[in-house]
């Protein structure tokens, strides 16, 4: 098992993990809610609604387990598209079929229910009160600054790669973007869950403003995360795992105690909403009359877009799109590894070394320039800072090591190497075939030493 191959299990793992958390946690009352149907709390002990409920959990934990089972053997293809392929499906699968348990058993509460006593017509009341009453100060600069500052901080360092300059600009601009939602969420109108404006307001305003300040400072230490790990693929995996896991758990964290807060306020309080019939499988909300594109999540922490709107239906013909995109990128990946890298003399004056990807030029040396030419019949341990990655092509800036930074255009699979200098820069190459690469570096060496 290769160590890719070994992270995007333990990463599955997880996240079905906390799939299954999440999901478990829908048969537990909540908010007058009973995975996604408002009942009485008397319905509990209906001989039904345990039987659905237990229906339920059972289903749940036994998919969790058939995905979690059926994921191993994908840590085991060596081919790179193919395996790329594979863990894009499952983790779309693996992670939606726990679902269709959810979807079950929200039908079956919702019938029994307008079988015993109707169903109200779905209704979605704003707390105007509440948005006014009391409202705590937003985020404001001097949240922002240090996980910013700290972002921008290793772009200083002398001799970073520009792949890693490129993420530490990508993530400061995340800050930023994390810092305007956080402010923005504590702007929105809360939906009303009970009649006393005072408890609307204590139900998510505390805990948005600590589920945004998790965030800021997760990015800003995912930053510095990959900066200290760098010059080892394997230890970038390990610290993207490691903050993985602390951020999973500080959300979970997050997201139960909200959901345990919402619980304990309205626990005496008479709920003033009956939607059920806007939300689909208890999951997706479908409501044509509210006009508003985002609304609040019925419990926990979060926002879900409004299917009834035709700007909910874009984006999720977007998402749609993404997906399909991204189950493409095996296949892409698998064409791109098929063409042959190429290395070539050219010209006369001067004489150019180009290394090429099939017919994309990626690097051209004046041969006047190269300070050293070596032939080598191993490729050393490295770790790619910027570039691709696949079983037959490495192209891009690298970190070899005990030499330092190098940028590759090579056949990793093939046994003979040209490694050369010129303008204070280190590269690997190699031609369509070992004996071409080895006539390559025969001429430069006779050029370059004569």
Excluded at 96 to 104: D, M, R, V
Excluded at 319 to 337: E, H, Q, R, S, T
Excluded at 380 to 398: E, I, K, N, S
Aim: proline share 5%.
């Amino acid at each position: 098992m290769e160590t890719m191959s070994g992270f995007m299990l333990l990463t599955f793992w997880l996240c079905a993990g906390v799939n299954y958390i999440m999901l478990r946690n829908m048969s537990k009352r909540q908010k007058g809610l009973l995975l996604g149907v408002t009942l009485p709390p008397e319905a509990d002990a209906l001989p039904e609604v345990q039987a659905i409920v237990k229906q339920y959990r059972t289903w749940l934990g036994t998919l969790c387990l058939v995905c979690a089972a059926l994921s191993v053997p994908l840590a085991f293809v060596q081919e790179t598209a193919i395996a790329l392929t594979l863990w894009m499906l499952f983790f779309f699968a693996g992670l939606a079929l726990p679902y269709l348990p959810l979807f079950g058993a929200n039908t079956r509460l919702k019938a029994l229910k307008k079988a015993a006593a109707g169903q109200n017509a779905p209704t979605r009341v704003v707390d105007t009160a509440a948005s006014a009453f009391a409202l705590p100060k937003p985020m404001g600069l001097w949240t922002l600054l240090p996980p910013l500052v700290l972002c921008l901080l290793p772009m200083a360092l002398p001799g970073l790669p520009r792949g890693l300059m490129l993420v530490c600009g990508i993530d400061a601009a995340c800050v930023l973007l994390l810092w305007g939602l956080g402010r923005w969420t504590f702007r929105r109108r809360e939906d009303m869950v009970t009649e006393d404006s005072a408890r609307n307001q204590t139900l998510l305003r505390v805990y948005w403003d600590r589920f945004w300040r998790l965030n800021l400072w997760a990015m800003a230490l995912l930053n510095l995360f990959l900066i200290l790990g760098y010059r080892s693929e394997a230890a970038i995996l390990g610290l993207s795992l490691g903050f993985t896991v602390l951020l999973l758990a500080g959300s979970l964290w997050m997201e139960f105690s909200v959901r345990r807060a919402q619980a304990a306020l309205t626990e005496t309080a008479p709920i003033v909403a009956d939607e059920d019939d806007a939300w689909v499988g208890g999951i997706f909300y479908y409501n044509p009359t509210d006009k508003r594109f985002l609304v609040a999540k019925r419990i926990g922490l979060g926002s879900t877009v409004n299917l009834g709107t035709w700007v909910g239906k874009l984006y999720y013909a977007f998402v749609g799109l993404v997906l399909v995109v991204c189950l493409a990128i095996g296949p892409i990946f698998g064409i791109v590894d098929s063409i042959p890298v190429r290395l070539e003399l050219s010209g006369s004056a001067p004489v150019c070394l180009v290394a090429s990807h099939g017919q994309s030029e990626k690097y051209r040396l004046d041969t006047d320039a190269i300070t050293d030419v070596q032939l080598r019949d191993t490729l050393p341990d490295a770790a790619r800072t910027w570039g691709t990655g696949m079983d037959h092509y490495l192209q891009g800036d690298f970190y070899v090591i005990g030499e330092g930074n190098a940028r590759f255009c090579l056949d990793p699979t093939q046994k003979c190497f040209l490694r050369v200098e010129a303008g204070g820069q280190v590269y690997w190459f190699t031609g369509d075939s070992e004996d071409h690469t080895a006539a390559i570096a025969q001429a430069l060496q006779s050029t370059v030493h004569p």
